[in-house]
């Protein structure tokens, strides 16, 4: 079975720091693009940040640039998302996604394997 399975998320005061992880189970990561999008209550589904394995591209929502790092260990099969100095705007369920390469990284129809998302709360 493809699945991309999250993990990491938590309570976290504003300012503090969370990592998110995506391991890739049933297939290899080397060749897809994985997204990170978030649903905050209320609201849509939006991307936030991706990254392309085969060539190493980025990608992120401007309003994380500089406060997010996604990266990938091959090793691990694993993309990760690392979020710094947290907003209480950045509280929602956070979703890894799994597709071919895409011009579109933060189209959700470039993605076609999703997983069951896990919650950041951002709050003192």
């Known amino acids: 079975q493809v699945l991309p399975v999250e993990s990491g998320g938590g309570l976290v005061q504003p300012g503090g720091s969370l990592r998110l992880s995506c391991q890739a189970r049933?297939?290899?990561?080397?060749?897809?693009?994985i997204g990170w999008f978030r649903q905050a209550p209320g609201k849509v589904r939006e991307g936030v940040a991706s990254?392309?394995?085969?060539?190493?591209?980025?990608y992120y929502k401007d309003s994380v640039k500089g406060r997010f790092t996604i990266f990938k260990d091959l090793t691990k099969n694993t993309v990760y998302l690392q979020m710094n100095n947290l907003k209480p705007e950045d509280t929602a369920v956070y979703y890894c996604?799994?597709?071919?390469?895409?011009?579109?990284?933060?189209?959700?129809?470039?993605?076609?394997?999703w997983g069951q998302g896990t919650q950041v709360t951002v709050s003192s």
């Open positions: 996604a799994s597709g071919p390469p895409s011009d579109s990284p933060f189209a959700e129809w470039s993605y076609d394997y």
């Open positions: 049933g297939f290899r990561l080397d060749y897809h693009l």
């Open positions: 990254i392309k394995n085969h060539a190493g591209m980025t």
